[in-house]
């Protein structure tokens, strides 16, 4: 998708824990060693103070983004960054107590011992969990599919230097080498998996979220390539040397893996954004899981009785750059469907079968006039997506992710429309939903949503899909 402008504190939720659980930590033994032995929780005032300090550290975090880049930071720069949001946390807290009247009723003390107790758990904490996070990076714990891109003499070291700055949040899936074909060897553990000639076409065909270039000073990555990775709507890290950037991409400087890269990407979102994205996502899905939980006790019986067999539909799908999930529906269609398939795609209306559509679809339960036509006209069968998008294996929002056949036939410029989640609705469904049968359209729509996104349009596009399901299908 869009790259992001800055680190998504929401990424980070783990050291916002660790922070909050050293923080309540420090009160609860302050409080125990000047009260000897008492228990904070059994004091309504104290167990005030601690809700009170625990917002006023969640407000710091999110409006100072106290960790942004904590995992390319070193221990000084932690301890440094550790004393000036411990300081600020207690500061704010005592001004608080000032501004409502109530420091009298506390003990200075506490607070000064919170304040010390605090400094020394988030940062022993925070530095025992970077290190916890690179050894799961090195292990291929990372949630990001990394694909390294450099010369034969330079890999090793590549490697060692990345794997060193690793902190869980990329795992490697492969090296290519630009000036020797070493298919299908290894180099220190990690498969080659391209060369020149090849790297695009892999980087279409598998699960690449990143793309990290480390040539010489004295080459350059061709201009082609380049172009295709922007195509593909893949994010590309180079060494920042004096790179040529191709058109439509956008770019910032940053530190990745120890190296100063120049990033660039089809478009760039603030963590801001993507926080708010991502909630509506679980706010949702959260609403849906138990909209689909009551449909299922109305449809669940009916599709058995007209269709003996699970009620539920999953099936592998092709999500953000690459990456296979399992999508779940209400079951609309005989058992036999995917087997009936082939026998059907001379009747599909989508040509070169980049997409499957066909009108009077015999394979659908009942008929033109069945539960199964019933479900699909009104889009109830879509509803268990929304455990995908709890997970977050789709959003509400995105793109139609496709299937593994559909995937297959993919030329460059079309995996530009999954570098983003794959969403229950989006652009080209609003835009003319099952009327457009020219893929190119609907590719060229989804880049469209992916170069303009933004929170505003995602919402527009929810309500716009709500008009649609119910005007077109005419019920009002």
Known sequence: MYRKTSKNWAKHLDFIIIDAISLQLALFLAYFIRNRGADLFLSPLYRNMSLVILMLQIVITFFLESFKNVLKRGMYKELT??????CLVILLAVFYFFITQTGEQYSRLILLITGQLYIVFTYALRLFWKEHLKDLGIKGGG????LLVTYRDMASSFLKKINEYNFGTFQINGLVLLDEDMTGKEIDGVPVVADKDTLLDYACRHWVDQ????????????EEILTGFTQMGITVHQKLV?????????????RLGGYTVLTSSINMASARQLFFKRGMDIAGGLTGCLIAAILYLFLGPIIYFCSPGPVLFSQYRIGKNGKKFKI???????????KRKKELMARNRVKDGMMFKID?????????????????KYSLDEWPQMWNVLKGDMSLVGTRPPTLDEWDKYQLHHRARLSVKPGLTGLWQ??????????????????QYITEWSFKLDVKILLKTIGVVVYREGAL
């Open 81 to 86: 960054e550790t004393l000036k949001h411990c």
């Open 143 to 146: 949630k990001r599919s990394m």
């Open 211 to 222: 793309v990290f270039i480390n040539l010489p000073y004295d080459q350059f990555i061709d």
């Open 242 to 254: 004096d790179v040529k950037l191709s058109e439509n991409q956008k770019c910032r400087v940053e």
């Open 328 to 338: 779940y529906k209400f079951r609309s269609m005989y058992m036999d469907a995917e």
């Open 360 to 376: 009077h679809d015999p394979r659908i339960i009942g008929g033109e006039k069945g539960i199964g036509e019933f479900m699909r």
């Open 430 to 447: 609003i835009s003319g939903r099952s009327d457009i049968t020219n893929f190119e359209e609907v590719v060229k729509l989804d880049k």
